[in-house]
């Protein structure tokens, strides 16, 4: 037989995953519904701080790319603090009606959501040098694999910045030789690194 949740918990764990806050800039403190999909993983708050600590510098003006983008909490976090351009990328139809959603809620006309595998993508669009790459793809499937070699087919602009987070116990895949590791923390189950990447 199946257990009943109780009413009181279930509404109180939805709630907590079914909206995402913006830190900073112009959209701060903002909160935008998320979808309540199995194996959506918003970047947590902390870890989103840290990270743009490292790049708060470099973000404003910056051409950006949110592949595999879930909830968006990147890239949106970018766009709050003044990237010129957000490229959002998922595969799931859910998430790209949501941020193209969300995006009309806030009022950004600088963003555009491709509703598409990211490795496809990456192969069959024309390639634009992007200043930061965002990868946060599902765990335990391989994607870092297929998508960094793509990302060097015309993706990364002159000193382009990627950062990529992943779960803890996995491997990075082999990565160019101008790939240079900057900055690495962990956060419980997940690793997070930002690469600079010369030309």
């Not at 200043?131 to 994607?143: A, S, V």
Request: with cysteine; glycine share 6%; proline share 7%.
């Amino acid at each position: 037989m199946r257990k009943k949740i109780p009413q009181q918990a279930s509404k109180n764990s939805k709630a907590k995953a079914s909206k995402l806050r913006i830190i900073a800039g112009e959209w701060r403190s903002r909160q935008l519904p998320i979808p309540d999909i199995e194996g959506l993983r918003p970047t947590p708050d902390r870890v989103r701080e840290t990270l743009f600590n490292w790049i708060n510098h470099f973000v404003p003006g910056s051409t950006c790319g949110d592949f595999f983008c879930g909830s968006g909490a990147l890239g949106l976090e970018a766009l709050s603090r003044g990237a010129k351009h957000l490229t959002f990328v998922d595969n799931s139809r859910v998430v790209s009606q949501q941020m193209t959603a969300n995006l009309a809620t806030l009022g950004a006309t600088n963003a555009e959501v491709i509703a598409q595998n990211a490795a496809a993508f990456l192969e069959t669009a024309t390639p634009r040098p992007l200043d930061i790459i965002f990868l946060d793809p599902p765990f335990r499937k391989g994607w870092l694999a297929q998508i960094i070699p793509l990302l060097e087919k015309g993706w990364l602009a002159e000193r382009a910045l990627v950062y990529i987070e992943m779960e803890k116990e996995a491997a990075l895949p082999p990565l160019p030789n101008n790939w240079t590791l900057q900055k690495e923390k962990t956060a419980g189950q997940l690793v997070y690194r930002l690469f600079e990447i010369t030309q």
